[in-house]
């Protein structure tokens, strides 16, 4: 049984940082790109950023480049993010994804699997 679980998440001031987590079990998790999503209140599901298995690129959203750094620990079967230089509008629900595909994609529609979500939450 696939299963991710995300955690991390917290209330953070401004121009503070954290690094959520996802855990995962119940497949190859060498074997699968793995990504990161959000929803804010109000708001659809967007990309975030992604790992590929085969090749190890990373892809980011404009809104997070240069500030949030995607990795991973196979050994761990783990994926983390990293979340520098945070603003207010970060503030969302954050989602660990999998895809088992060889092609990445920045849409959530060929992702396979899915955590519940960790909050974070950006103070001014």
């Known amino acids: 049984q696939v299963q991710l679980v995300e955690s991390g998440g917290g209330l953070v001031q401004a121009g503070g940082s954290l690094r959520l987590s996802c855990a995962a079990t119940?497949?190859?998790?060498?074997?699968?790109?793995m990504a990161w999503f959000r929803q804010a209140p109000g708001k659809e599901r967007e990309f975030v950023a992604l790992?590929?298995?085969?090749?190890?690129?990373?892809k980011y959203a404009d809104s997070v480049s240069g500030r949030f750094t995607i990795s991973r620990d196979n050994a761990k079967n783990t994926v983390y993010l990293q979340m520098n230089s945070l603003k207010p509008e970060d503030t969302a629900v954050y989602y660990c994804?999998?895809?088992?595909?060889?092609?990445?994609?920045?849409?959530?529609?060929?992702?396979?699997?899915w955590g519940r979500g960790t909050q974070v939450t950006v103070s001014s």
């Open positions: 790992l590929s298995w085969l090749g190890g690129s990373a």
């Open positions: 119940g497949f190859t998790f060498s074997r699968a790109t």
């Open positions: 994804a999998a895809d088992f595909a060889i092609l990445i994609h920045t849409t959530e529609g060929p992702y396979d699997s």
